[in-house]
């Protein structure tokens, strides 16, 4: 791929086929996410994808790019490796809600507060899909599964609540099937320099009957069209704390936003090394008369 | 050899006891002596007691002995702790305007100094550690010169007053001894020409990554690994590299993963515990086949075991720690200047091989200062191999027929080619399922027969390319075979060279692959393997692959061996005597 000609989002398609169940929600946030990485100037030589272990981590093998599958709830901490080392990629982390909000909590929180500039796709689908069917920490209290026969007696994890109160920089949602205002919160999270939290509801056709295409049809709110400002930190907090509400768009961004390898002063790739050691480690022996 | 001096200052933590021994020690390494220094952090009384001991020789030292001959006491557990290591020539030196009644053994020479008050007079309160080294030149015959230029680069970036106060802190702590003491003290530090550089074991580590081209660290602290990172942190940026302090041992191999696959040289260090939090992903690295390299400076295990004292108990975990089989190298500096090279070789196997390599230290190595003529750390001689980097103009040749890059190709030697982020053509994705050459998961029973084979193929061309030798001293002739790996290496030379022992010594450096010692066990008429754990961990592989039992010399109560224990311990065995296992 040469980067003087505009990737088509094909190109970010591998010709794997998904093995994922006909109707999931991921189908349609590949593509979002496909689509914003195409409309945004890159190429799949310039991208590397991190995906999570789950239904939602096998995007990995479904997109081509450079990429890198990782083990379950540590694809955050692989993509902040991979930018801060080469400053040039455009990187893109996915997973789900179980690898990104539970097993993965503590790197997510981190990862907001770091604001390494990348682009975090949860496939939200508040269940555990690939392990067939136990609750995740997005799960409402009240839903029953094999491992919460009678509802998991625990609120869920407010991902936008936690992620804001972490210090993001860019907050939004989506959901999978409203296929361009999807894809146009990607391009803006692309774009955004720093850490972009774009939780998208990924329903699973399979095991949640409960959080399914019609229920997030009916109780989406189309933040767009209520004219909410999302550089408005107010207006923003008093959406994101309102639980009751679903809302799609951006939640809130911070235009002042910087990314830490910017503020680390890193711009180029890591990968030169000199075929001896670098100018300059004499000085490090010195140190030590 | 000449005259060694064994020298100490203990107090409780906070008392600045690391920073004064250091200066000390530098200030020998001025005068082209040579030093070796051990920390002290006693576990046998509770709280906060701490010494920083400097053996000092024009000799090369290696070891600590069981010697101390001028002792500098801030606290009267610092004379306790150390009573047995006192002979009829030592001197303490102490403070007995302190509120302690300091109780000086009968034998013993005990110096009564005024180092707060002195150090009062000079300034300021703080400075009674400088006052006591002022007081120890005296009493050593050190020239206080040595000592200005060191106290000079301690405190030299804070203003020359301060320096010039703790200058003459030390006169006053020399000169009350010419003024208060007519002793004939048998001690006299020689002075030569040479130009010593001193370091830790963890201190080389570092400078050997940045050597070789090592640009993206991530770590959490543990002791005693920590020191990497705060060597690197300040450092390597100028090198156009970057430190991450990392929320855990996860994000951390993670983030040193995702930076190795761009391409970088990468590394991250811990110690036992962050090791077992890293070994999920380890098995990621191994099979997505990054080049990785992953310090662990071992201390007492298990789980938080004693944290600042010495053990080599690691070994099983890193030879076979993660579920399923993982191709790995091992490799074990045996000296503080190995740490350097090691570090350097690791990379260069990470990378030739793309492979995880362990590079394994111990706290005994990691916090000893030790002088080294500079030629041993030589920038000249570091050669960085990067390996099967593929070029664009190359990437055609490994693409299969519909244009895919084959990062996982089934070459003979076991080792693909590599394309980093950012090479037209050669985008793929790396998982740690098990995956056909282009990186596609797979349940195929052929390919996963073949991957498998194809990654454990790299470790028989490097067991074929490279030079897997040891390190070897003593007499090449004897039946007596000693064998070791990690620190233990100066103490047993010491205990051979100085008390006679007529043995042929092979100090170990790679734990996997290692150099084969079938030879040199069965020419051998009894065979000792001495290393810091209980289990002889090391000593299961050498009878693993000789098939020959072999005798044991083992420690773990936390302290490093010293060469005059270990000198008994070694005649014992070659005397028929099985040795008493120190718990
Ligand atoms: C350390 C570890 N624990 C557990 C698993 C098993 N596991 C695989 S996917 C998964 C949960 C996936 O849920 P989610 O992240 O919500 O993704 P989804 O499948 O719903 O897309 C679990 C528990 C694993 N692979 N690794
Ligand atoms: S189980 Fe659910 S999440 Fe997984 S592929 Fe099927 S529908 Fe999608």
């Known amino acids: 791929m040469s980067s003087e000609t505009q990737a088509h989002f094909t190109d970010f398609k591998s010709d794997k086929q998904p093995t994922w169940c006909p109707g999931c929600g991921d189908f349609g946030t590949m593509n979002g996410m496909m689509k914003a990485l195409a409309n945004t100037g890159n190429d799949p030589d310039n991208t590397f994808l991190v995906a999570g272990i789950g239904c939602s981590g096998k995007i990995g093998t479904y997109m081509h790019s450079y990429a890198l599958h990782g083990v379950h709830g540590r694809a955050l901490p692989l993509g902040t490796g991979v930018k801060l080392a080469n400053p040039e990629l455009e990187v893109m982390v996915a997973g789900g809600d179980g690898d990104g909000y539970s097993i993965g909590a503590g790197h997510f929180v981190h990862a907001v507060r770091r604001n390494v500039d990348m682009t975090y796709v949860v496939m939200d689908n508040r269940i555990y899909g690939l392990t067939k069917g136990q609750a995740s920490p997005t799960s409402r209290e009240d839903f029953e599964t094999s491992t919460s026969p009678e509802g998991t007696k625990q609120s869920p994890v407010h991902p936008l609540a936690l992620a804001f109160s972490a210090g993001a920089t860019f907050i939004g949602q989506t959901f999978s099937s409203d296929a361009l205002g999807h894809a146009a919160v990607i391009e803006e999270a692309i774009e955004h320099d720093g850490f972009a939290l774009v939780n998208t509801y990924s329903p699973c056709v399979t095991f949640n009957d409960v959080d399914t295409y019609d229920y997030f049809r009916d109780a989406i709110v189309d933040l767009e069209e209520e004219g909410h400002d999302p550089t408005d930190y107010e207006a923003a907090r008093e959406k994101i704390m309102d639980f009751d509400t679903v809302y799609t768009g951006v939640l809130y961004q911070d235009e002042s936003s910087v990314g830490y390898e910017k503020r680390l002063g890193l711009s180029e790739s890591m990968a030169d090394v000199p075929e001896g050691a670098p100018d300059g480690a004499d000085d490090l022996v010195r140190e030590f008369y | ?583």
């Open chain 2, 1 to 583: 050899m000449p005259e060694d001096l064994n020298w100490a200052i203990g107090g409780e933590a906070g008392d600045g006891i690391d920073s004064t021994g250091k200066i000390f020690a530098q200030a020998l390494s001025r005068a082209g002596r040579h030093v070796f220094t051990s920390k002290d952090f006693a576990s046998r009384i509770r709280g906060g007691y701490t010494a920083y001991k400097v053996r000092t020789s024009v000799d090369r030292v290696d070891s600590v002995v069981d010697r101390l001959d001028v002792l500098v006491a801030l606290t009267q557990r610092t004379i306790d702790e150390n009573t047995e290591e006192l002979h009829d020539e030592s001197v303490i030196i102490y403070d007995g305007e302190r509120s302690w009644d300091a109780e000086i053994p009968e034998e013993v020479v005990g110096l009564d100094v005024p180092l707060k008050s002195l150090a009062e007079d000079a300034g300021g309160a703080i400075m009674q550690n400088v006052v006591a080294l002022g007081a120890a030149c005296a009493v050593a015959d050190f020239d206080i010169e040595y000592l200005d230029s060191s106290l000079e680069k301690r405190f030299g970036s804070k203003g020359s007053k301060l320096v010039e106060n703790n200058q003459q802190a030390a006169r006053m702590g020399r000169d009350y001894v010419y003024e208060n003491y007519d002793h004939d003290y048998p001690y006299s530090l020689e002075t030569t020409d040479e130009d010593y550089v001193l370091l830790n074991g963890d201190e080389a580590i570092g400078m050997g990554a940045i050597a070789a081209g090592c640009k993206f660290y991530a770590g959490y602290p543990i002791t005693p690994a920590t020191a990497v990172m705060e060597y690197l942190m300040g450092r390597i940026d100028r090198f156009g590299g970057t430190v991450i302090q990392a929320e855990d041992e996860l994000a951390a191999i993670n983030m040193t993963l995702g930076a190795a696959r761009t391409g970088a040289r990468a590394m991250t260090a811990t110690s036992g515990p962050g090791i077992d939090l890293m070994t999920e992903t380890f098995g990621l690295v191994a099979t997505s086949e990054t080049p990785m390299v992953i310090v662990d400076v071992m201390r007492s295990g298990p789980s938080t075991g004693m944290p600042t004292k010495q053990e080599q108990g690691d070994l099983n975990m890193l030879l076979y720690g993660g579920h399923g089989e993982i191709p790995r190298f091992v490799v074990a500096p045996t000296t503080v200047a190995e740490c350097f090279h090691k570090t350097v070789e690791a990379f260069n196997l990470a990378e030739k091989y793309q492979t995880p390599v362990y590079l394994v230290g111990d706290l005994a190595m990691a916090v000893t200062e030790q002088t080294f003529s500079p030629e041993e750390f030589d920038m000249d001689a570091v050669e960085n191999d990067r390996g099967k980097i593929v070029p664009e103009e190359e990437i055609e040749e490994w693409l299969d027929d519909e244009g895919h890059f084959r990062a996982h190709a089934n070459t003979e030697d076991g080792i693909s080619p590599r394309a980093l982020p950012g090479t037209a053509n050669g985008a793929h994705m790396s998982t740690g399922l098990e995956h056909d050459e282009l990186g596609r998961r797979t349940e195929d029973t052929e390919v996963r027969v073949e991957q498998v084979d194809k990654r454990n193929r790299k470790v028989e061309t490097a067991r074929e390319r490279e030079d897997w030798s040891a390190r070897e001293f003593g007499n090449p002739d004897s039946g007596n075979l000693v064998v070791s790996w990690g620190s233990n290496e100066g103490a047993i030379r010491e205990a051979m060279a100085e008390f006679d022992i007529d043995a042929r010594f092979i100090s170990v450096p790679y734990i996997f692959p290692r150099p084969d010692l079938t030879e040199a066990v069965e020419a051998a008429e009894e065979t000792v393997v001495i290393e810091c754990n209980a289990t002889g961990q090391f000593a299961d592989l050498i009878e693993h692959d000789t098939l020959t039992r072999v005798k044991r010399i083992n420690k773990y109560n936390g302290v490093q061996f010293a060469a005059d224990e270990l000198a008994e311990e070694i005649s014992a065995v070659f005397d028929g005597v099985e040795p008493e296992v120190t718990a």
